[in-house]
């Protein structure tokens, strides 16, 4: 039953707290069942959003997955800033999986899109902002005076004229008795003092001892380990195995087969894409993949042996000539603008397959259960920043109803995108119904490696007119991608095509009056999934390269052929003179020094790279120096923000320089970190990062500094050897 | 088999060739230590054995008789090594999945060299982390260095 009328007592509501605090919940409009908007103390607890101990504790529930993004810290500092908590006294712990934690801009739970500072904040600061009040209204009944005779600081509620004061854990059980109020006025940015300081993240204490708990960490009483082996060619089929062999091997308990074609029935086959598998089940994990060595199975090809990345990359070139391209932009008259042009500027570009690599394999805990009386339930503990699309898999799959499962969210060992797949926790919930067992699957990286949902594959081809002064006039770019959106983001699609493959293209800010993009779907029986800045990962790299490409071509300094595009974007105007400076761009670099910029948004931020490089004689590219300008609107916490830009020059760096998967025969070449290469300690440059600080409305910042580190990179490149590289990665 | 392990003698069975890592993980229940590679290329299992650093997902038990292994949750239970205090004074983990292993190996490199030069720290940090928390990493190990030392 469905309440979509709001009112106060639904979307407010308190109670105390078994130990005599407050606890403070709030049901979000259409998404929260009656019951639990109205429901007793206990299940008021459930779908508390932050709890006060009496000893003063603010525990906040946040309803987005930590994957490193810092979102256990940030949105707990947004709440404690409306509620002027004591920083010192907050803790965050990641909500339950129930309707009272659910978007309300989406309606979903999911973690992505560098979103939840954008999507959640007015929706928590009323929480803050409402406990506050009834802390106040408390204290001020405690003592007899009118509330506005009250100030309060750092969780502790003070009275001047009678000199007395209270800390929020010895109102916190009066509080809960009182009727929440609405609508209450938030603070102005003038007026706080936890947004906007480089407040320490809440969950490095315990990710310094060991004590933080990820998924592949879940231990459940009874637990069974299982390890799996899937098809090398994605629709290859499983033709032999030695069964006998494997449960000769001590602890193996059960060899289970996970064929592609269970996803049939259920209408997932095409979201999940999960390959053909067979699974070893042992006491232990080390013994379940001895086992899946001793199994030994044989997939065949699927059909898919002339694959390799060659091909692909020839027939998406092709592909850039194909006249039943989609329109997707189509400003003004290119065809005139083009043919009136004093010169046309052309180039293409592609870039390869990327997997994610998450440092934590994938893996999930799973516990199937059949009761006495024959119902069904099932349990999950998963690593997962995809739980609406994760619980609508299991569903179909199993026929389960939403109440029948449970899944809990665990910390994760980096996300970038992989842990909105459902692949893995379908697989650990079949393998543990069919052992009649609870069962942690934890993939090998090998597994991780060859079976990714890999950063589309892609190319893109320009062509650029500029007039008698060196300023384009007609762009015309054709993009060819696999879709990423076509397999698990259908709800997303534009006239069937996916707005995610031209992120970045079809949006670029550049004032040309004569503009078209056109995407053509490239397929691939590798399957797509989001990388970190998914579209603007390729589509950033291509824009901006090209723009240094027609500032080469025109003699044009590339700062200032941006400036003169970018007259009506003030923001973009604003990172662009900030990096020029940060940079001293109009300076020379030193010696053997040689710099490339870019600038690309995404994700509602702004962001300027220079990147300064050296060469070796041998070609080897030595990165030096990062700087960087962003622009994400009102800052939450700086020190955030700057270790989301580190990770995301590095996580781009890293591609640019040697990313990409190799395929030969439709399998995989890599497998592991010995033959992926990952940026490490001593290939990190400087990083030298500048906030601008505004009262924007904030925007994203755990993906936007990806895009402009690959192309400030090549065209530092093309300014240190004069050669363009149109092909990630750079050193192929 | 026995093994001692942050101190505490363990006495246990467990197939010889399991490697360390799934000893302090699966049988031990110490999951502080973690699996990303297991073939000692990323450094997330590393441990220290009878005081040197080792990548605990290929050392099969069966070598480790009676020797004696350090893993983070030994270096102290309430942050108080001066290698936690500087990980948590520069606020380095991001996702942290792989900062048992660098917080261990930073600890081993003091152990060698209490005053590290930044190519001493290119050369002993080898472990990967895909947050690329490196320019953290390197501040929080020159943060250690001005920080008194005691043993590890």
Known sequence: MINKTINRRQFLKSSAIAAGGLSLGFALPGCAPEASSEGAAGSSDISAWLTIDPEGIVTIRVPC????????????????????????????????????????????????????????????????????????RAAAEQWAVDVSELTVANGIVSHAGSNRSAGYGSLAAAAAALEPAMDLPLKTADQYKIIGTPAKRLDTPSKVNGSALFGIDVRIPEMQYATLAASPNFKGNLRSMDESAAKAVRGVQRIISLPAAAQESAGVQDIVAMPDAVAVLADSYWQAKKGLQALNPQFDDGGAASISDATIRAEMIAALSDEDAAVMRNDGDVAQATSGAQRVISADYTAPFLAHLCMEPMNCTAHYKVAEDGSESLEIWAPTQGESHVLNVLQ?????????????????????????????????????????????????????????????????????????????????????ATSVAKRNFAAALVNGNDPFSIEGAVNIPYDIPNQTVTLKEYHSNIPSGSWRSVGSSHNGFYVESMMDEVAVATGKDPFQLRRELLQNHPRFIAVLDRLEAESNWQSPAAAGRFRGMAVHECFASIVGEVAEISVSDTGAIKVHKMICVVDCGRVVNPSIIESQLESAMIDGLTAALWGGVRI????????????????????????DIHIIDNNEAPGGIGEPGVPPSMPALSNALFAATGRRVRSLPLEA | MKLTVNEVEYDFEVDEDTPLLWVLRDTLGMTGTKFACGVAQCGACSVMVDGELQRSCTLPISTLEGRSVSTVEGLSRDNSHPVQQAWIAEDVPQCGYCQSGQIMAAAALLESYPNPSDEQIDSAMTNICRCGSYSRIRKAIHRAIREPQQEI
């Open chain 1, 664 to 687: 030969r025969e439709g399998r995989i070449v890599q497998s592991n970190f010995h033959d992926y290469r990952l940026m490490r300690l001593r290939e990190t440059p400087l990083m």
């Open chain 1, 396 to 480: 179909r799959v199993f026929g389960l109803s939403e109440q029948q499962i449970t899944l809990h969210t665990t910390l994760m060992g980096g996300g970038f995108g992989r842990r909105f797949e459902a692949d893995f926790v379908l697989q650990s919930a079949l393998i543990s119904k069919a052992a009649a067992k609870p069962v942690k699957l934890l993939w090998s990286r090998e597994e991780d490696v060859q079976h990714d949902y890999y950063r589309p594959t892609s190319a893109s081809r320009f062509e650029v007119g500029v007039d008698d002064s060196g300023r384009p006039v007609s762009w015309r770019n054709a993009v060819v």
């Open chain 1, 65 to 136: 997955s930590e994957m490193g993004q810092g979102v256990h810290t940030s949105l707990p500092m947004i709440i404690a800033e409306e509620l002027d908590a004591d920083w010192q006294l907050v803790r965050s712990e990641t909500a339950p999986v129930t309707p009272d934690f659910v978007n309300p801009l989406t309606g979903s739970r999911g973690t992505g899109g560098s979103s939840a500072v954008r999507r959640w904040w007015p929706t928590i600061a009323k929480a803050g902002a409402t406990a506050r009040d009834m802390l106040l």
